[in-house]
């Protein structure tokens, strides 16, 4: 088959926004969920979602024409390989973090990138006037759903992250901004003899006794609520940060490590799972999410040299650079 034209090709990714959209639209429906037993008619799923049949199966079939989902001749869906990726308990679960980028509020700030790259200023604060974390904290159902897209991120690369270092080998962990539990509960539940401690705003912990509850290590762990600019749990000998930095513009990354690091003794770690940008004209994705961190919040994903770079100011030294999984790695730092 000849390959489409470049044209046609970049429209394809000029009209890339309408492919976020259905997914976002699906995954919040719970479409793949209610596929996974098996096919269904569009009927049935517009009944099921409270949706208006028609206007599903538009939406429908252009998830299949993507690849989404399988349509046959009498309007029935199944899921694909990448439609399954959808289902809430997907081995890689991708459906929370759809259901989270196509909410108006987000999507309005997306639309505001062009201000972003006129001023370098985030586009959500020029959008809403404040910035994302305030938002949601007085909007609990956003809130609940962008927590929700995070532990799925969390749960798509704990594994890996687990299995790339050696956990093992400390007393206390905590996690620094480490959300509702879902990496430190993974680390906990591999490495018996360790305890956790969860830190966090106090709205996000709230869901954290259900997480660590189900991985069986409630008890090996401690919940506490609080702001990193103030001050972060003692007693570990390792901090992790996992995509907290990347939120963060230069100043605010390196006052949160400062916060860390009068805390953290000689001889402990600091670990930041992030992503880490590489050489130009390739992927990984992490280029786009770092778009991503420019709109939502005037922040960024780093080099590795710019990590180096802003440990030194917050006062570690970089030791290495472990890659995980799923383009994360693990960064390794210690008190200079
Ligand atoms: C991108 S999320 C990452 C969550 C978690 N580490 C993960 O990877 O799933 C960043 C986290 O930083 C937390 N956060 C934001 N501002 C904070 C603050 N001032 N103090 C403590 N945590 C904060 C958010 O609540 C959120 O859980």
Redesign the pocket.
Known sequence: MQQPSASARLMGLVNGYLLSQALYVAATLGIADLLADGPSGVRELASKTGAHEEALYRVLRALAAAGIFHEDASRRFALTELGDCLRSDAAEPVGRWAANIGRPYVWSAAGALLHCVQTGESGFRHVHGTDA?TYRASRPEESVIF?RA??D??RRAAAGVVAAYSFGAFRRIV??????G??LAAILAANPGVQGVL???SH?VAAAPTVLAAAGVLDRCEIVG????ETVPTGGDAY?????L??WNTEEAGAILRICRAVIPAGAKLLA?EHVIGPPNELPFSKFTDINMLIMLGAQERTEQQFAALFAAGGFTLKKVVPATLGYCIIEAEPS
């Open positions: 974390w927590d995070m532990a991120l969390s996690d620094v901004g480490g959300g509702s879902m990496l830190f966090d705003q996000v609080g702001s990193f600019f992790i940060l996992k995509s907290v990347h939120d799972v």
